[in-house]
């Protein structure tokens, strides 16, 4: 069974800087993309950014571009996003995410989730 747990949320000032992760255990997959959503009080959870597990390509949302960085330890089954110069507009819940295929800006090509991990940035 694929399991994913994240951590690293936290409150932070605007302007500061978080770092998630995601461990994940159960996988047996080796060709698939692990990604990060999020989902603010009152708003759909929406794409944030993934990579390839076979290449390490990148993509990200553009809301996050130049400011947020997705990598994987994936010996080491862990996810990560390093967020900088965040803004009271990143509050929300973080989820990584793992899937087999399909258009990976969409949650529903994800078929396995974390529980989430609350981030807070405070102006």
């Known amino acids: 069974q694929v399991q994913l747990v994240e951590s690293g949320g936290g409150l932070v000032q605007a302007g500061g800087s978080l770092r998630l992760s995601c461990a994940t255990s159960g996988s047996t997959f080796s060709n698939y993309v692990m990604g990060w959503f999020r989902q603010a009080p009152g708003k759909e959870r929406e794409f944030v950014a993934t990579i390839y597990r076979s290449t390490g390509v990148t993509s990200y949302a553009d809301s996050v571009k130049g400011r947020f960085t997705i990598s994987g330890d994936f010996p080491k089954n862990t996810l990560y996003l390093q967020m900088n110069s965040l803004k009271p507009e990143d509050t929300a819940v973080y989820y990584c995410?793992?899937?087999?295929?399909?258009?990976?800006?969409?949650?529903?090509?994800?078929?396995?989730w974390g529980q989430g991990t609350q981030v807070t940035v405070s102006s």
């Open positions: 995410a793992l899937s087999l295929g399909g258009n990976i800006r969409y949650e529903t090509s994800y078929a396995y």
